[in-house]
Nanobody, 124 residues
């Protein structure tokens, strides 16, 4: 069981910046992928960015060039630096940890853990 604690959300004006942090209860070197998702009212939860244990990152098209995901293995922490924020970035942002295991049937199984979410509001 991986516990995740997010922080850093808040209210910011369009064009502003925020940095989200997610601290994991376990060594993130043992977690295959760490990521950030978001969910706006009435919308499904969507991937914002993720980063693998080998430091390969992936971004949603809507945030490329504005958001950066990074991790600090020594602190078991993943960050999401968000620049040039837009009103459409308003959502609850969730940290995700995904671990791949081999189950008893010798199949790859993905286990997901989620943080409680942090609200990001972009408004003037």
């Amino acid at each position: 069981q991986v516990q995740l604690a997010e922080s850093g959300g808040g209210l910011v004006q369009p064009g502003g910046s925020l940095r989200l942090s997610c601290v994991a209860s376990e060594n993130i070197r043992s977690i295959n992928t760490m990521g950030w998702y978001r969910q706006a009212p009435g919308n499904e939860r969507e991937l914002v960015a993720n980063i693998t244990v080998r430091d390969i990152s992936n971004y949603a098209d809507s945030v490329k060039g504005r958001f950066t995901i990074a991790k600090d293995n020594a602190k078991n922490t993943v960050y999401l630096q968000m620049n040039d924020l837009k009103p459409e970035d308003t959502a609850v942002y969730y940290c995700n940890a995904q671990r791949e295991i081999i189950n008893t049937e010798l199949e790859i199984e993905k286990l997901d853990w989620w943080g409680q979410g942090t609200q990001v509001t972009v408004s003037s």
